[in-house]
């Protein structure tokens, strides 16, 4: 049950007076698993690009970035490293991202990050009234209005950091 559900995000949320709903990651209608959330959001009625994915880059001076893009859009790197003054980016993996973050790869948030991991946000993640993101838990996910979400992320940095 989702109402018993709890995390750094929800908690989040809860501090800031932010409405959300937990979606639960289902069994489809013949009783297999759902694979991606982009085939729930469909199931749901939404687009896959009101799903923001949340991709970990590693910088060459050892300093992590978030970048909070809409679900499809591809990365522009040349315009990350650029932003970042950075010569050298890479992605993540996989234990990296549950130790920068503290959560798991298909359940990390753009919020309730430690300070150590810097946070940009690509511009089309407002496109749509509501978005969804990661909880914070596997198996879950947490669907809010864009603006809220905007409101959640504080300073983070925004810009066109996508190619779509």
């Known amino acids: 049950m989702t109402d018993q559900i709890s995390s750094p995000v929800s908690e989040l ?4 007076g932010i409405s959300y709903q937990w979606i639960d990651i289902p069994l489809d209608p013949e009783r297999k698993p759902i694979r991606t959330l982009e085939e729930l959001v469909g199931h749901r009625g939404m687009k896959p690009d009101q799903i923001v994915r949340s991709l970990l880059f590693r910088t060459g001076s050892g300093d992590f970035i978030l970048l909070a893009a809409p679900a499809g859009a591809r ?3 040349g315009g990350l490293r650029k932003h ?3 010569r050298r980016l890479t992605m ?3 234990d990296e991202v549950l130790e920068a973050t503290g959560y798991p790869v298909g ?19 407002f496109r749509h009234g ?4 990661g909880s914070g838990v596997l198996g879950h996910a947490l669907a809010l209005g864009s ?3 905007r409101q959640a992320l504080g300073e983070a940095e925004t810009g066109c950091f996508v190619k779509e």
């Open 130 to 133: 509501e978005v969804i993101i």
């Open 75 to 77: 990365a522009d790197w």
């Open 13 to 16: 949320f809860d501090r800031l």
């Open 84 to 86: 970042l003054g950075e």
């Open 107 to 125: 359940a990390v948030p753009p919020v309730a990050l430690p300070p150590s991991v810097r946070c940009l946000v690509d511009e089309g993640v």
């Open 92 to 94: 993540a993996d996989f």
């Open 147 to 149: 603006e809220d979400l």
